[in-house]
């Protein structure tokens, strides 16, 4: 068993809004790849179900861009269910009243794990642009950090999709001896260019607004809401399809029965896309939205392995789920193939499900029978591998 780290943890009833909080003393440091180092290191995480005597029923769920760890509890800063809650509870895929399920904030978060918006010891002020720079593997350490503390030597399961199904990824790479099963969903093993020029135009978005002041805005009394929103609303186009923006909104006037002739918000996905934009900067923060665009363009796992993907898992024996959907073209099917086949190449026991849908990138957010029925069965398989009480039993 782990030794659990020495820390000191306050619990979510004195920290409504964060959850459970960690914080690593200055012996424990995240070095980063870029050579920073942050420290104090505070983790923010959410805990549900119990944790069985064994230690051995422990799920890491790991979230996507611009989540937090409230993956299955009414979010307190939106008052929405949390962002997997379709997905994690009793009864569920995420069964808690099977396994130990652990959510976590990443490091460049801004919902309390340490970000730029957490305060810099050596300045009494917000970090801004002076947090280092982090990457998808820096998040990777702080989260193994946090498992350690825990006391669990070997998760049973490392799940999440986009940005999350990289955190799989590199968990698989980086530690395949803790890792039983993974789930990378509706991921990649590297950012395109494409992806890169979007997350480009949404930094430079946030940058270009006047109360963005160099990363200061927090204690200037100011925030860059409109470059956030407009950030927001074209990512938020790229993690929908098509045929889901057509049978939503298709041509449909907002609220008026012919045009206006003028720049107001004529059609429903106008007005649409300014209300996603305008809810986004109430809970997320603008330095930090340029932190994780970040880590998601530098992540390139076959780079670290001499360029060969399959290098990366060669004699893992993780068992791995790889999903991807139809419509996603943020990262399509050919992104998880390569996974597959990399994983094929390391001698990995994997399987593979494109699911149709027609939600685009999202659809591992929203219900999708189909992904619920792959994840409950990929569960179920590995938990009768690991020698874990069957459904009925727990």
């Not at 937090?68 to 069964?95: C, E, I, R, S, Y």
């Not at 990649?188 to 020029?197: L, Y």
């Not at 060669?314 to 399509?332: A, E, H, I, M, Q």
């Not at 597959?340 to 699911?355: C, D, P, R, T």
Request: aromatic letters at 10%.
């Amino acid at each position: 068993m782990a030794n659990a780290l020495p820390a000191i943890e306050t619990l979510s009833s004195s920290d409504p809004l964060n959850g459970r909080i960690v914080e690593f003393p200055p012996d424990r440091p995240l070095v980063t790849d870029g050579g920073g180092c942050v420290t104090p290191l505070t983790i923010a995480y959410q805990a549900y179900g119990e944790l069985n005597a064994e230690r051995s029923n422990a799920i890491l769920l790991c979230h996507a861009l611009t989540g937090d760890q409230h993956a299955a509890n009414v979010h307190p800063l939106t008052g929405k269910p949390g962002w997997w809650d379709v997905m994690v509870g009793p009864g569920k895929p995420f069964d808690t009243e099977r396994f130990f399920i652990v959510s976590s904030n990443v490091v460049g978060g801004c919902l309390g794990s340490s970000g730029p918006s957490s305060i810099n010891p050596a300045t009494g002020r917000p970090y801004g642009l002076d947090f280092p720079v982090v990457t998808i593997r820096d998040m990777v350490r702080a989260q193994a950090m946090l498992i350690d503390h825990l006391g669990i030597d070997q998760l049973f399961c490392v799940a999440g999709g986009s940005m999350g199904g990289m955190q799989v990824l590199q968990w698989a790479a980086s530690y395949p001896e803790r890792v039983f099963s993974a789930m990378p969903i509706a991921t990649a093993p590297k950012h395109s260019s494409q992806n890169i020029a979007f997350h480009e135009v949404g930094r430079q978005a946030v940058m270009a607004d006047p109360d963005w002041r160099g990363g200061r805005y927090l204690e200037q009394g100011v925030r860059p809401e409109k470059g956030l929103a407009v950030a927001r609303m074209a990512a938020h186009i790229t993690y929908l399809s098509e045929p889901a923006l057509q049978r939503k909104f298709g041509r449909k006037l907002q609220d008026r029965a012919a045009p206006t002739f003028s720049f107001d918000a004529d059609f429903q996905i106008e007005n649409y896309l300014r209300y996603q934009g305008m809810a986004f900067v109430d809970r997320f923060d603008a330095n930090s939205y340029l932190y994780v665009t970040r880590a998601c363009d530098y992540f390139d796992l076959a780079a670290d392995y001499g360029g060969s993907l399959a290098q990366a898992f060669k004699g893992t024996r993780t068992r791995f789920c790889v999903v991807s959907f139809n419509t996603d073209w943020l990262y399509p099917t050919s992104a998880s193939r390569a996974i597959v086949h990399a994983l094929n190449a390391g001698g990995a026991s994997v399987s593979f499900v494109e699911i149709d849908s027609d939600k685009g990138h999202d659809a591992f957010l929203v219900y999708e029978p189909d992904f619920i029925a792959t994840t409950r069965g990929f569960l179920e398989a590995a938990a009768a591998a690991r020698g874990l009480p069957r459904a009925e039993e727990a």
